[in-house]
């Protein structure tokens, strides 16, 4: 109680030093405060619903991901005064970098390391805007900006990870890069025009450089502004509203939420920047074409799709799954929904208990499959006759499609969920199914992509 009145006072005076004392133009601190504030109000409204400070309301993911988009910048652009970006030069700038440069090798180690947490940060955000039901009406469009912008922070990474130039970069973006070849009629014209011809090479490092230091920054700064902007024209953020006015009380953004986002913000940092301390981003010996690594591995937020490709054919596992996962996640909002519930996490009692069942199922089917085809069935090989495409590609997609199928009206039937809810437990299904994926083949994949349990 004491603390809490302790707390409260010191609010009381921030916000009356804020908002009641007259502000003397002549006073360098009353300056800097004038500009600090309205930089702050630029963003976010003057008054913010007071329910919607709780963290657990959005975790303050959105913000970490801004907040570490910037800092990307920030030190991309310290490290692009050393980074020469010439297959015979970029290797030795980045050595350069670590051993003469004061601060170098921990400039480059942020950079990687909040790289990486920016791709978990914004997954996790994607999955807080889901799970709260945060994407009909107004926000549905934002949703939709927020797909592009999960992309283009995959994307930054993608391009980010060749530019180092050693056997890591070289073969993850080789395997990478070949993926495209399965796509129908263009699959060919359209690697060379990523790669800029048709190996990696000069023309590939100066065009991944372009993307990952201008285009792409430039297109993630333009499209969160714009999404920035529909939140507050989507009138904030989705929080549970009550009934009585007085629990809606509105409060001051300065200090309250501010405040908030400055400790966020500073725990983020000091998190990272402890990571960067201790462990080295990755490099291994200069890239050599002529020695591929086994195995050699895509970058980790693709390790999913290698490890589809294992399963599947590859137009199946590299074009048409992840086109169809990308048009999913697009069209989620506009959806024909008959509940539009926002602001509740798993929007009801049913919608948990159908979730919660929904991942169980994903976590023992996956795996299972994942060990039955590896050991025990090759469509190809039962139906020899038949083109590899339709044997490991069409014809077990089209029975993942009708177990789907199956599973939809099960859980519909069974639960009586609603429509929401019965997607909902689609895509915890599915998110359970592309984690699994995306660990076997980060942990369990060794020599020739082999599986390597450990008990084997
Ligand atoms: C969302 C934004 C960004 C992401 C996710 C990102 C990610 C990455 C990653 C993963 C690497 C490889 C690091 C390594 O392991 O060595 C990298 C390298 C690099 N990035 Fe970025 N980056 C971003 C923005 C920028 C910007 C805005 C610039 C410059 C204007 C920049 C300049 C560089 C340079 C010069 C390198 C090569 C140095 C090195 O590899 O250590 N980056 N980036
Ligand atoms: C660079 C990546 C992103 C940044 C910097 C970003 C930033 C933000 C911020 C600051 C907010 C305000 C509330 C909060 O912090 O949760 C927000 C809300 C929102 N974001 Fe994102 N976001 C990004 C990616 C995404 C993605 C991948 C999606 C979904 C596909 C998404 C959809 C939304 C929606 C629908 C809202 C409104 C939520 C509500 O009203 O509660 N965003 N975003």
Known sequence: MKKELKKNNIFKRFKDSIYTRSINPKKERDRIQVVFQSLALHLHPTMI??????????????GMAALLILLQALTGILLRFVYQPFPGKAYDSIIYLKNNILFGDLIRNFHHWSGTFLVLIVFLHLLRVYFTGAYHDKRQFNWVLGVFLLLFVIFSNFTGYLLPWDQLAFWAITVSTSMLFYVPLIGDTLVEMVRGGSEIGEATLLIFYNFHTSILPLLLLAVMGFHFWRVRKAGGVVFPKSESDTENKLVTTLPHLIFREFVVALIL?????????????????????AFSPNPAKAPWYFE???????????????????????????????????????????????????????????????????IMDEYFFDFSLILESIPPVISNGLFPFTLLLLLQTGYYKYIKIKYTTNKAETIQAMFVLNLIIFLVLTLTSILFRGEGMALTLPWN
């Open 49 to 62: 619903p007071e329910k919607a400070l709780k963290f657990s309301v959005t975790w303050g993911l959105g």
């Open 269 to 289: 940092i000091a998190v990272i920047l402890l990571f960067s301390i201790f462990f080295d981003a990755p490099l291994l010996e200069k890239a050599n074409p």
């Open 304 to 370: 999913g799709l290698q490890e589809l490709m294992l399963h599947f054919h590859p137009l199946f596992a590299a074009i048409i799954i992840p086109t169809f996962i990308t048009l999913f996640l697009i069209s989620l909002p506009y959806l024909k929904y008959d509940s539009k519930v926002t602001g509740i996490w798993f929007l009801s009692d049913k919608g948990k208990q159908t979730s919660k069942i929904s991942a169980f199922v994903g976590l023992i089917i996956t795996p299972s499959l994942i």
